[in-house]
């Protein structure tokens, strides 16, 4: 599903108090494709994903989800679409994995007369795909961070949304586990778009950035073409190599000051 956005800002109060967030951008995720949002700390990544997500209202612009309005949805329509995983994902309920999983399917739950099959494949198909499968039994407060990401990530996947949309899905992963997941993200087919802090994974993975600093876009498109020694330096000051070799790496060498950007390029 192709998802844009046209003039969507955010200003967090209102009136003369209003402080912008987001300032107004086009953005377009292209369908079956992974879209890595990145940028510095506060630069607006989690707004846009909540405002193309429907938990936020935007102060301005819209959201389409192909052709549709997201406003215009239903609450339910949205959650057939969209599956988004949180930051930090709480439940206090002493759930198990497989009932968190399960949770994936309530927006679907009625759709299909007898769909309870179904559900079970659908459930179990995600628990493979996020590797969480001998975890099921699990009462959820006793999992590590890493394996409660994971166990979110199945019951998005057990959605079976037409957007998947991640906040920082490698947040508490060992390096196998954050390679793993962005490679199952991947292959997946569906379009994703994932808040990412790693430049480097955000490289290997990504199919196409949106880079926002400062609640404005610096740049979009194919990651080749806008994970640029110069965008990493300026946006993120930090020096790097961005080599475009089996795979494109980005690897960082050290700190930018402002005074040696100038004429650095
Ligand atoms: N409700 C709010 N009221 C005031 N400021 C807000 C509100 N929500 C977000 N902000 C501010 O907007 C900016 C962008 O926040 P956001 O969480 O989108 O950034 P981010 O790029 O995801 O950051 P991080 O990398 O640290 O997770 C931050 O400076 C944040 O403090």
Redesign the pocket.
Known sequence: MRVTTQSLGWS??RGREA?P??RPLDVAVEPGRLTGVV????????????LIAGLRRPTQGTVHYAEADAARLSSRRRAQLVALVE?HPQTTLELTVRQVVELGRIPHVGRWPGSKDGDADAVAQALAVASVGHLAHRKWPTLSGGERQRAQLARAIAQRPRLLLL??PTNHLDLRHQIALLQTVAGLGVTTVA?L?DLDLAAAFCDDLVV?DE?RLVAAGPTAQVLSERLVAEVFSVRARVQHTDRLRMSWSGLVRPDQLEGAW
């Open positions: 967090a109060g402080v967030v987001l940028g510095p700390n506060g630069s607006g990544k989690t707004t846009l994903l909540h930051q906040d920082e808040v802090h926002l609640g």
